[in-house]
């Protein structure tokens, strides 16, 4: 993987920083006690761009996010966000990002404009301008008819969006959402899945972790898959999908005795041994582009007369299981 | 430093304005203190003998003291919730000064404590407490009580990032204080102890605290121990300042 990385970094450590990426990591390893939390870590984030960190739980995913976000301190590698050193320029890096938890990381107590307020004067803003501020981002995430309501009355949708309104306050480039959606109901997730798209759409770099794949497929330009501490692979969610072979075409047959006459009109497109069962033809394609189109004129010319046809992309679900050996959301109990 | 100021402000004014939000932590602080006043003067009370005035007059003091020191628990329980709720995360990724968090708890505190005083001290005067002194004193009785409740406020707030549930922290506090209070002279006179416990009680800061306060507030005869009471402060405020800061910039969420 590290053969992709080599731009114009400056030597750290031993690795290369990318000082290009809005985000860059290289040999990051965190042990806790004899538990290898991360091990020897490279990353790179591109400006404008969103990266999924996918794994499941204890894969090491909050870990990074918390050594990015100045939280924790690695054991050895080095790291820079925003073109800022994060072991050496804490302080500094601090006014460059937005973090957003897995726990809404809110008061209940307070209202959530005085949540926002209260970020904003942390940032060092003014008492009236923090609260400008917090009225701009209460609208954006249409909360304003619950501004003045303790947030302990907030629903769990609420929360999350009041808890991502927090890290925004100060305009970071760079946000960490650490599991932004986990718990929620899927009509919370859909409408946190808009307003995180709204963001990039705006120029955001985000890292993103997750253990949901759909989220990762949705949401992210690229995808790094995580598992006991080590980046396993790393690519765009159509990258890793050709990893396990490429399309899967599923030809339901009109008449199930034509079974290998099927097989036998679409040979040439194989890309490995066709299964056939009861009038469905199973092939994996070569390529994407065109296949049904190919497949229905093969089938066509030999006088197999077809009743369905499909072409099945695999899940990422599939991807975790290649790469992995087991499910993604297999430890995933919380 | 300026920094540092405005940021504590931040805090403080946080934990202050949810304070009448959550009704269960105001019932502590008004509550608890009345009854502690009432069972001391009429269930134990009359069976304690003090050298000169009243018991009410004795008792008022120690019992202002114990109830201040106390006070810190807020601070505990307050981190260690802000902990696990993922709060600290938060402060500590957002570019303020690194002792704002606590300092602004502590800060809280003092009007919290101040608070909780005013109603000991109010009923007090209820049930037979009289201040026997110059403004000037009963207002330096107030500042030491405040100082020295500041103070263990920073000791709650080591614990309280220490531990890792508040109900370890509750315990914990409670088992550091609870003997420091009542093994001291804030509700009998230190000569009636077993000589083990008045040896202790004798170096214990409650106690010279509280016979400052008591000099300061009835004009009892004092041995002389303001700056040593003042002393204890600052002691305590050095030695756990530093260790509270030094815990939050490693603390851990949940």
Redesign the interface.
């Known amino acids: 993987m590290s053969s992709q990385l080599e731009t114009s970094g400056s030597r750290v450590g031993g690795a290369s920083l990318n000082s290009d990426a809005a985000i860059s990591v290289r040999g990051i390893s965190k042990s806790f006690g004899d538990v290898h939390a991360l091990i020897d870590v490279d990353l790179d984030v591109a400006r404008g761009t969103v990266l999924g960190l996918l794994g499941p739980n204890g894969a090491g995913k909050t870990t990074l996010v918390?050594i990015l976000?100045?939280?924790?301190q690695p054991d050895s590698g080095s790291a820079q966000v925003a073109g800022v050193d994060v072991l050496r320029r804490a302080?500094?890096l601090?006014?460059r990002?937005g973090?957003a938890?897995?726990?809404?990381?809110?008061?209940?107590?307070?209202t959530g404009l005085?949540n926002l307020a209260?970020?904003g004067?942390?940032?060092?803003s003014s008492r009236a301008a923090a609260k400008a501020r917090g009225q701009e981002l209460l609208q954006q995430f249409d909360l304003v008819d619950a501004a003045d309501r303790?947030v302990k009355t907030y629903s769990g949708g609420m929360r999350r969006r009041l808890d991502l309104a927090?890290a925004l306050v100060a305009k970071p480039p760079v946000l960490f959402l650490d599991e932004p959606t986990t718990g929620l109901d899927p009509r919370s997730r859909l409408d946190l899945w808009d307003v995180i798209e709204t963001l990039v759409s705006e120029g955001a770099t985000v890292l993103l972790t997750t253990q949901y794949l759909d989220e990762a497929d949705r949401l992210a330009d690229r995808i790094a898959v995580i598992d006991h501490g080590r980046v396993i692979a790393e690519g765009t969610s159509d990258e890793l999908k050709d990893r396990v072979g490429g399309e899967r075409l599923e030809v339901h047959l009109e008449d199930s005795s034509q079974g290998d006459a099927a097989v036998e009109a679409l040979a040439p497109m194989c890309a490995e041994e066709p299964a056939t069962s009861d009038g469905l033809v199973r092939i994996g394609v070569r390529q994407r582009g065109g296949a049904i189109i190919e497949a229905v004129r093969r089938l066509d010319q030999a006088g197999v007369g077809v009743d369905d046809i499909a072409l099945r992309r695999p899940t990422l679900d599939d991807v975790f299981l290649a790469l992995t050996g087991h499910a993604a959301e297999e430890e995933g109990s919380e | 430093m300026r920094?540092l100021l405005?940021?504590t402000l931040?805090?403080t004014?946080?934990n202050l304005?949810?304070l009448p939000?959550?009704p269960e932590l105001l019932l502590a602080f008004t509550i608890q203190p009345i009854m502690f006043v009432l069972l001391f003067r009429y269930v134990f009370g009359g069976a304690i003998r003090v050298p000169g005035g009243s018991y009410a007059e004795f008792l008022i003091p120690g019992i202002v003291v114990q109830n201040i020191a106390f006070g810190g628990f807020v601070t505990a329980l307050g981190l260690n919730e802000d902990m696990h709720?993922?709060?600290i995360?938060?402060?500590?990724?957002?570019?303020?000064a690194r002792a704002?968090v606590l300092a602004g708890r502590t800060s809280a505190d003092v009007v919290t404590n101040a608070l909780s005083m005013t109603i000991l001290v109010v009923t007090g005067l209820i049930i037979g407490f009289s201040f026997h002194a110059s403004v000037l004193h009963v207002v330096l009785g107030l500042v030491l009580a405040l100082t020295f409740g500041y103070a263990f406020s920073w000791v709650f707030a080591f614990l309280g990032l220490l531990v890792k549930t508040p109900e370890a922290a509750n315990s914990v506090g409670f088992i550091a204080v609870f003997p420091l209070t009542f093994i001291s002279s804030a509700f009998v006179p230190g000569q009636s102890l077993p000589t083990p416990l008045r040896q202790f009680g004798d170096v214990n800061p409650f106690t010279i605290v509280v016979n400052e306060l008591r000099w300061l507030w009835t004009g009892q005869p004092s041995p002389d121990q303001l700056w040593q009471a003042f002393a204890w402060i600052v002691v305590i405020l050095v030695l756990f300042s530093p260790l509270a800061v030094a815990r939050y910039r490693r603390a851990?969420?949940?």
Not at chain 1, 69 to 72: I, R
Not at chain 1, 121 to 124: C, D, I, K, N
């Open positions: 918390r976000a100045t939280l924790l302080a500094e601090r006014e990002i973090l938890g897995q726990y809404a990381a809110v008061d209940e107590n307070l005085e209260m970020v004067r942390l940032y060092g303790p927090a | 920094r405005s940021d931040v805090v004014e946080r304005v949810r939000r959550a709720k993922g709060l995360d938060r402060f500590r990724s957002l570019p303020m704002a851990a969420g949940r």
